[in-house]
């Protein structure tokens, strides 16, 4: 489908450029009459669906967490410092920070099967680590790579339980120095947006944060189409 649409954008593109053919110009109405509105399989209705659907079963941190302390892993010293600053920001009861956790190279949110980046096998061509995902400042959703997921033990009220984490580099936005312009900003009902190749500095989002697959595309060097997508359980 996002292949599709690229085709679809570069078309619409061309037929609103100056180096559009007179003969193919003349078409451009028709496309705004036919599609203008259109608002299915857009973001709009992913979004609608992701309020009412993604991780409302998400209730680790309410069931008791049977670990063992020697299957936990050094985390690395970059996660381990994303980790102390994400600490510094929220007041967590129950939960002190560590250098080790136990590590998942998949895990389910929201009925939905996630993965670290070099999962292997079981994340070919890391489709389970691309994501959209929910900010907690903010409502619009943004991409990103999971780089790893892991749990640590918290213990509230006398019960021992977990809180998941995933550690995540954002994809960089494209900016007017880049010299692209994005086909798609004409479009945002679709969900579908130009993005740089480069990486984030790493941030740490919690397994309760609304988080969804999307589809890579690359667009030119430099540059992918990113378009999140909502998979109904």
């Not at 559009?20 to 009459?33: R, S, W």
């Not at 509105?37 to 941190?61: C, M, P």
Request: hydrophobic share 35%; aromatic share 8%; net charge negative.
């Amino acid at each position: 489908m996002l292949k599709s649409f690229c085709a679809a954008a570069n078309l619409r593109a061309l037929v609103q450029s100056d180096r559009c053919p007179n003969v193919i110009q003349t078409c451009a109405h028709l496309l705004d009459e036919c599609y203008g509105q259109d608002q299915r399989g857009t973001l709009t209705n992913d979004l609608h669906t992701l309020d009412n659907s993604l991780n409302e079963d998400v209730s680790d941190q309410e069931k008791t967490w049977d670990y063992d302390q020697d299957k936990f892993e050094r985390l690395e010293p970059v996660i381990h410092e994303a980790l102390i600053s994400f600490a510094h920001s929220h007041n967590i009861e129950g939960w002190t920070v560590g250098a080790q956790a136990f590590v998942h190279k998949t895990y389910e949110i929201g009925g939905l099967q996630f993965a670290e980046l070099k999962a292997g096998g079981k994340n070919t061509k890391g489709r389970h680590s691309t994501i959209f995902f929910q900010p907690e400042t903010g409502i619009e959703l943004v991409p990103g790579m999971i780089r790893k997921i892991f749990s640590v033990p918290c213990e509230r009220r006398g019960v021992k339980s977990r809180m998941v984490f995933l550690a995540v580099h954002r994809y960089e936005r494209l900016s007017a120095s880049d010299g692209e312009e994005d086909p798609f900003s004409q479009y945002e009902g679709f969900g579908a947006g130009l993005w740089s190749e480069k990486l984030c500095p790493l941030e740490i989002i919690t397994s309760a944060q609304k988080i969804c697959h999307a589809t890579l595309r690359r667009w030119k060097d430099g540059a992918n189409v990113l378009r999140p997508i909502d998979r109904v359980r």
